[in-house]
T-cell receptor, first 111, second 112 residues
Framework: GENVEQHPSTLSVQEGDSAVIKCTYSDSASNYFPWYKQELGKRPQLIID?????GEKKDQRIAVTLNKTAKHFSLHITETQPEDSAVYFCALYQAGTALIFGKGTTLSVSS | IAGITQAPTSQILAAGRRMTLRCTQD?????MYWYRQDLGLGLRLIHYSNTAGTTGKGEVPDGYSVSRANTDDFPLTLASAVPSQTSVYFC???????????FGPGTRLLVL
């Protein structure tokens, strides 16, 4: 089945810095790539997504870029704040089944 | 509107016992999913259902079964629980395949 590699597994930044998380995949048929944020003890929640017909999407301080040729997509968070501290998961839709998730990145933003 | 609900919130279960985790959604979503979440392993798909009456196996289906008798409910059954099934279980739903998945609050299960 499809495999999604997510890096780094942990990321520590100072408040105000940028954070970048990258995911790679193998199935060229994938066309939907969401990112989820999970706070401690809570459910995963969608923060941004991108479909294969666009290369970049922004929503305030967060952006996602997609390179279908190289089969990777990345989450960019600018001007990080302590409340951005959480676990972030990339995912892609595996045709006919469900979202397949990366193993997650624990982001810590220190003030 | 509740969205997706799961029950129980948490459970301690003796090994060998049978357990059904309940999941109900009121969004009239066609597709529903069960994931388990373990530290360092992310969210792994157990079973899915693209529409009422159909189910499919995900990455880690062994020891689990599901049914989808109607649109709203998607119960997950552990026929004979084992300690390796200790995990947090999340149910999710989406309007159709390939659309945004919304997660329930999760069930924390401890098998002793």
């Amino acid at each position: 089945g499809e495999n999604v590699e997510q890096h780094p597994s942990t990321l520590s930044v100072q408040e105000g810095d940028s954070a970048v998380i990258k995911c790679t995949y193998s199935d060229s048929a994938s066309n939907y790539f969401p990112w989820y944020k999970q706070e401690l003890g809570k459910r995963p929640q969608l923060i941004i997504d991108i479909r294969s017909n666009v290369g970049e999407k922004k929503d305030q301080r967060i952006a996602v870029t997609l390179n279908k040729t190289a089969k990777h997509f990345s989450l960019h968070i600018t001007e990080t704040q302590p409340e951005d501290s959480a676990v972030y998961f990339c995912a892609l839709y595996q045709a006919g089944t469900a979202l397949i998730f990366g193993k997650g990145t624990t982001l810590s933003v220190s003030s | 509107i509740a969205g997706i609900t799961q029950a129980p919130t948490s459970q301690i279960l003796a090994a060998g016992r049978r357990m059904t985790l309940r999941c109900t959604q009121d969004m009239r979503h066609n597709a529903m999913y069960w994931y388990r979440q373990d530290l360092g392993l992310g969210l792994r798909l157990i079973h899915y259902s693209n529409t009422a009456g159909t189910t499919g196996k995900g990455e880690v289906p062994d020891g689990y079964s599901v049914s989808r008798a109607n649109t709203d409910d998607f119960p997950l059954t552990l026929a004979s629980a084992v300690p390796s099934q200790t995990s947090v279980y999340f149910c999710a739903s989406s309007g159709d395949r390939g659309e945004t998945q919304y997660f329930g609050p999760g069930t924390r299960l401890l098998v002793l």
